[in-house]
Each structure stands twice: as structure tokens, then as C-alpha cells.
């Protein structure tokens, strides 16, 4: 199946209705319980005024009706996780992944590396630089919008709250710093546009070792 007809009204308000059903159904059965006393009771709620009442009352609790209950939610359940599987094969097969990289590349002072643009939909898997020193920032603008605007010390002082965000000096196989910086980040969605540039901050020219951009493009 193809993405255009997981994204059509038709495939969607099918996989809406299953849900709504398996959404009815696990109410219908958890309204069941028992008093004090063991007895089956049935919770009942309703909306008077804006606020929602709730209050118990005995009730013949019908054991066969709850088994359709269960068969129903469960077949809704198998056919809900067809319909996502589906729609997540037909998304993973429209996306086209893209590399870009720049070796030794040479940027003077305050001037900007453009590292990527791209127009569509898709998703960064990861952004990575090396520098030779820590005098750079990364700017990320996302449907035309900056997103992230940040030095690498800046980095350094969030990444920590985030899995998405690296910045650390490199260090060789024997756990000796190598004089170069890295920077890294992952997992950026875009809807219409992306652009990743890198500025050189420091007042001399420098040459980045390596850069490069993981991502991935829909429907190309």
C-alpha cells in the first residue's frame, strides 16, 4: 500500500473508527465491579451541568455480553496495529536517506558554512562537526523559523538535558585529548524546510576537519 493511500481520508477515519471502538468497548467492560457485600455493581456517569456525577448502582451484570466485549476489543486491536503497521511501512518506504559531508573545509572569520538546505518534509538523523578549536556556532532554522541558535559552549551547558545534543573535546584511544571539539545533534523533523549553518565566531580563519549532515527526505 502506498503512502498516498495510508494518508487518505478513507484509510484514516478507518483506523479512527477502530480506535473509538476499542476506546468503547474497554469502558463498557471496566464499569463492572463489586460492593462491599461481593456483589456485582455497575458505576454509572453523567454530565449535569458541566460537571461529571458519579455514582453506584446495583446492576445484572451480563457475562456473555462481556466476553463479545473482550472479542470485540481484542480483533479491533489486531486490526488497529495492522492499520499503523501499514501506515508506518508506507512512511518508512517514501523516506529517501541523504548524506551531505565537507572535509577540510576552510571558513574565515565570522563568515557562515551552509551545510544544509533542503525544501519538503523529512527529519535530520544527525548533524556532526569537528573543529579545531571551540570558536563556532551552530544555527538550525526549521520551516523557515530559527530553531536553534547556539555556541559550543552553549551546547556543552544543555546537553545535558537532552539525548539530542552533544558537545564534547575528542579524545584519542588512549583517553588523550586530540585538540579537536565535536559537536553533534539528532533527530530534527521538518514539515516544509531545513537549513543548518555553522559560523566561524573566532577572529581567525579556521578549517573544519569534517561536517556532516544525516537526513532523511519524503517522497523522492
Do not use: C, H
Amino acid at each position: 500500500m502506498s503512502l498516498a493511500e495510508n494518508l487518505s481520508p478513507e484509510f484514516m477515519k478507518e483506523l479512527l473508527e477502530s480506535f473509538e471502538t476499542i476506546s468503547n468497548a474497554l469502558q463498557n467492560m471496566t464499569r463492572a465491579g463489586f460492593d462491599d457485600n461481593s456483589r456485582f455493581r455497575v458505576r454509572a456517569e453523567y454530565v449535569d451541568d458541566g460537571y461529571i456525577r458519579v455514582r453506584d448502582t446495583s446492576a445484572t451484570i451480563d457475562i456473555l455480553e462481556m466476553l463479545r466485549e473482550f472479542s470485540w476489543t481484542f480483533y479491533n486491536l489486531a486490526e488497529s496495529n495492522k492499520l499503523l503497521n501499514d501506515l508506518v511501512g508506507a512512511v518508512g518506504g517514501a523516506l529517501s536517506g541523504k548524506f551531505t559531508e565537507f572535509e577540510d573545509q576552510p571558513v574565515g572569520a565570522g563568515e557562515w558554512l551552509n551545510v544544509l538546505q533542503y525544501t519538503g518534509t523529512g527529519q535530520v538523523d544527525e548533524f556532526f562537526i569537528l573543529s579545531p578549536n571551540t570558536n563556532f556556532r551552530v544555527q538550525v532554522t526549521v520551516d523557515g523559523a530559527v530553531a536553534f541558535d547556539k555556541t559550543y559552549d552553549e551546547i556543552r551547558e544543555v546537553q545535558q538535558n537532552s539525548r539530542d545534543l552533544s558537545a564534547f573535546a575528542e579524545l584519542d584511544e588512549n583517553g588523550d585529548p586530540t585538540g579537536y571539539y565535536v559537536a553533534s545533534m539528532r533527530n530534527i523533523p521538518y514539515a516544509v524546510s531545513i537549513q543548518i549553518r555553522v559560523q566561524n565566531t573566532g577572529t581567525a580563519s579556521i578549517t573544519l576537519p569534517n561536517v556532516f549532515v544525516k537526513y532523511k527526505t519524503l517522497g523522492e
